[in-house]
């Protein structure tokens, strides 16, 4: 008995270091503004950031990353979210940043959210993509993920790649891949552009809105004083093959077939069909198909 029992206390004491030695916003993230409406609880598995008419708030990485696999869950202000737009996205600063986006656009009460990415290299944007959900993202935690090498920018949810924007360099189209990016996170009323096109307006009667994170995961090249903690990015170094597979990842057949599914079925602005909006001619990685 005693020794089951011994056996016992020692998993539960693992069970709590592993608990422990997870993922912590304390240690991951400083809360930026928001005069105390940006809040981490639960001993530091969970982060809420709130909006009133006061003000927004929001969030960033203690660490900068340069290249990385980054997952966040996000349970997203529910009901009557019309005019706010949660932002979760990698950016560096400066007038030639480089940026990665995922903003999820409110809207009224059983009214589909709007899923917004883009992606800027060296100031550049203008590469909108949006997508309806295939779930109600504010009943429950859903999981949206980067994957940033130096050949792709890969955008999943849940595990579903919904957005793959390929190194094109080849062809002039700046990619992010020479600045180091901090993971920025804001809750805040943008009633002029967010719903229908500033039509819908923020109702102030809701408020405050509250959106939820938790279980942040990066497996990522973390930058500090000029260098990065990858000792390579060759994916066929030894050091880095296996730890850092995803330095070199594609996206399989499978995976193409699960983008290809959403692409048809939830996407509803692609900038590389928007012909009126570019009518000297698409930007150049959509005329070479490279973009999906």
């Not at 809040?39 to 530091?44: F, Q, S």
């Not at 009633?191 to 990066?218: C, E, M, Q």
Request: charged letters at 15%; one cysteine or more; a negative charge.
């Amino acid at each position: 008995m005693a020794s089951s029992s011994s056996l016992c206390i020692s998993v539960m004491l693992l069970v709590s270091f592993l608990a422990s030695s997870a993922a912590n916003f304390y240690q991951d993230f400083d809360l930026t503004w928001g005069d105390g409406r940006s809040k981490i609880l639960n001993n530091g598995h969970l982060l809420t950031l709130s909006l009133d008419k006061s003000s927004a708030s929001g969030f960033q990485s203690k660490s900068q990353y340069l290249f990385g696999n980054i997952d966040m869950q996000l349970k997203l202000v529910p009901g009557n979210s019309a005019g706010t737009v949660t932002a979760y996205y990698l950016s560096s600063q400066g007038p030639t940043h480089d940026e990665i986006d995922f903003e999820f656009l409110g809207n009224l009460s059983g009214d589909p959210y709007i899923l917004h990415t883009n992606v800027f290299g060296q100031g550049k944007g203008n590469r909108e993509q949006q997508f309806y959900l295939w779930f109600d993202p504010t009943a429950d935690f859903h999981t949206y993920s980067l994957l940033w090498n130096p050949q792709r920018i890969i955008f999943s949810v849940d595990g579903t790649p919904i957005r793959e924007f390929k190194n094109s360099e080849s062809i002039g189209v700046p990619f992010p891949k020479n600045q180091p990016m901090r993971i920025y996170s804001s809750l805040w009323n943008a009633d002029d552009w967010a719903t229908r096109g500033g039509l819908v307006k923020t109702d102030w009667t809701h408020a405050p809105f509250t959106a939820s994170y938790r279980n942040f995961n990066a497996n990522a090249c973390v930058w500090s004083s000029g260098a990065s903690s990858c000792t390579s990015q060759s994916p066929s170094s030894t050091s880095t093959s296996d730890n850092n597979a995803w330095l070199s990842q594609e996206m399989d057949s499978t995976s193409q077939e699960r983008m290809k599914w959403v692409q048809n079925n939830y996407m509803i602005y692609n900038y590389c069909t928007d012909t009126k909006r570019f009518p000297q001619g698409l930007p150049p990685e959509c005329a070479n198909a490279n973009q999906s």
